[in-house]
């Protein structure tokens, strides 16, 4: 399903207008941008990535608020969006997609299984749009998958969000 979800996007994004996409990793650290540069013709639409791990890169990089993120150890639907807001004013671009999350429960913060945040930004004429959603594993999933799995998910949701906006 990844390689046909990565041909519709780019399918979508070179649409007329063609639209342009930058993307945020914290939990995913690199692979939702590998998966996009995996494409053949990326560079047409894929401005790059930032892979933004820890809080202080978060809020330099991206233009996180400390305040928002600090209590909940930068792991919330709303951290992801403003990770994917702050790459897409980074990069200059349409979109923006961004990852947050546990790629392995962590006792100290109370995480019992592996879980992440994603969200979609569009900067477009008229009002801007945001999307965000979680993903879920079974404690026992190994945290390589995890990462491989929000970022199929990533790909996944633009891909759906793009066939909705661009129909």
Avoid at 45 to 71: C, H, I, M, N, W
Avoid at 99 to 127: C, D, K, M, R
Wanted: aromatic letters at 8%.
């Amino acid at each position: 399903m990844m390689s046909e979800d990565r041909r519709a996007l780019k399918d979508l994004l070179l649409r007329e207008p063609r639209w342009t996409l930058a993307v945020a990793e914290s939990l995913t650290c690199g692979q939702l941008q590998a998966a996009i540069g995996a494409i053949s013709g990326a560079s047409a639409f894929f401005a790059g990535g930032l892979t933004a791990y820890s809080l202080d890169q978060k809020v330099r990089q991206l233009g996180v608020d400390r305040a928002v993120a600090e209590p909940v150890n930068s792991v919330s639907a709303e951290v992801a969006e403003q990770m994917a807001r702050g790459v897409t004013r980074l990069f200059g671009t349409t979109l923006g997609a961004a990852t947050t999350g546990y790629a392995e429960s962590s006792l100290a913060e109370g995480v019992n299984q592996p879980f992440a945040w994603w969200a979609i930004y569009h900067q477009g004429a008229g009002a801007n749009q945001v999307r965000a959603g979680r993903v879920e594993f079974s404690p026992e999933t190994k945290r390589v998958e995890v990462q491989a799995g929000v970022a199929a998910a990533v790909v996944e949701a633009l891909v759906k969000y793009l066939r909705e906006v661009r129909a």
